[in-house]
């Protein structure tokens, strides 16, 4: 099995609360974070344990199918998905693996919270992660993502 681990923190000056309703929104994702073109299939918000959404990868025909797997606001987070990674609109194609993605937040200081993300990705042996997944999961995209949340709360 090869995993890749890609993990990021950053410190913001608003509530656990605010942060984390934020990023567990995932109709918020296409304005911060760079891998998203869409999100689809958001029933009803807060997500709870067992949802499943849609997301577009960069070029908007590799969809990923994310399940809610924990959810305890304001502190965890944590998708995952399972199968063919980046299928088509179709269900073809994609990447034989698994996206595990876990959002933590503390509150380290009393006007302080810390944001942790952390996404590995699994793949079994005789189906190697493309060059495009690591591009996806380069530290520099994920600082960009919580850059962006910066923006977007400030």
Not at 4 to 13: D, H, I, P, Q
Not at 133 to 146: G, L, M, S, T
Request: charged share 20%.
């Amino acid at each position: 099995m090869g995993i890749v681990t890609t993990t990021s923190e950053s410190l913001f000056t608003q509530s656990a609360e605010t942060v984390y309703d934020f990023i567990t929104n995932p109709a918020n994702w296409t304005k911060t974070y760079p891998g998203s073109s869409y999100v689809g299939n958001l029933e009803e918000l807060p997500l709870r344990v067992g949802d499943t959404w849609q997301e577009g990868g960069p070029d908007g025909d590799r969809i990923f199918t994310w399940h809610l797997a924990m959810a305890t606001r304001p502190s965890l987070w944590v998708f995952t998905s399972v199968g063919r990674l980046g299928h088509d609109r179709e269900g073809n194609g994609g990447m034989e693996g698994r996206i595990t993605v876990r959002y933590h937040l503390t509150r380290p200081g009393r006007d302080l919270t810390l944001f942790s993300r952390t996404m590995t990705i699994e793949a079994p042996r005789h189906a190697p992660m493309p060059d495009a997944f690591f591009r996806i999961v380069n530290p520099a995209n994920i600082d960009r993502y919580h850059e962006a949340i910066a923006r977007e709360l400030g």
